[in-house]
């Protein structure tokens, strides 16, 4: 892989990293201003995944041969856009809580807040697996991520009994849950990534 693109893969990467960062502490502070500084990073997201999508695609040849190393980054480029359409989903939901005021339990507090961290180190793994496209990084990322995918199901579940018991409320759980599906779709769109990192590195 080119360094120019390892390079600008990991701007997008970084920018994601924040954006995740700055939700995050919007959740636990749940401000109009924690909320609306997590907002702020979208335009540097667009701004480094669209550099990256045109110089993919300047680089890219017109035969198919030649285009090879290509495809795979432009996927990357497609599974980051998603993530940062996800982050963007916590970002609109947070704003709900803060003007609607409400309230989560205890539980659910702790259940996003676990969730919300292991997104976070997840994330922050990539910018190392690209620039070593390390076969036994990515591996662990699998396993971690499944591990919190698994964890992140049953917080689900336990969920749906506290909605049950009338320990959730009726405002609060689709907020719940909406933060609880961009989170495991942030997961699952970082493994995606660590895959195809990995076959380019298999490739060269």
């Known amino acids: 892989m080119e360094s120019e693109a390892k390079q600008k893969m990991i701007k997008v990467c ?21 909320v609306d500084e997590a907002e702020e990073v979208q335009n540097e997201i667009r701004q480094y995944s ?8 300047s680089k890219s040849p017109p035969d ?7 495809k795979p980054l432009l996927s990357v480029s497609s599974s980051f856009d998603r993530m940062s359409y996800s982050i963007e989903g916590i970002v609109h939901r947070l704003k709900d809580i803060v003007r609607e005021h409400i309230l989560f339990s205890d539980r659910g507090i702790k259940e996003i807040n676990d ?24 591996q662990r990322i699998g396993k971690k991520a499944r591990l919190t995918l698994e964890m ?3 917080y689900s579940e336990d969920h749906e009994e506290r909605l049950f018991q009338g320990i959730c409320t009726l405002d609060a759980s689709p907020i719940y849950a909406g933060i609880l599906e961009s989170l495991k779709a942030i997961i699952v769109h970082t ?14």
């Open 115 to 138: 969730v919300f961290q292991e997104a976070m180190d997840l994330l922050e793994s990539l910018p190392d697996l690209i620039l070593t496209q390390d076969k036994l990084l990515a």
């Open 64 to 70: 198919k041969k030649g285009g090879e190393w290509t």
């Open 152 to 154: 992140a199901r049953e």
């Open 50 to 57: 669209s550099e990256l999508t045109h110089f993919l695609i």
């Open 14 to 34: 970084q920018s994601l990293i924040e954006m995740l960062e700055m939700a995050f502490q919007g959740f636990r502070m749940l401000t109009e201003k924690s």
């Open 191 to 204: 493994v995606e990534v660590s895959g195809k990192i990995v076959s380019l590195s298999l490739k060269s």
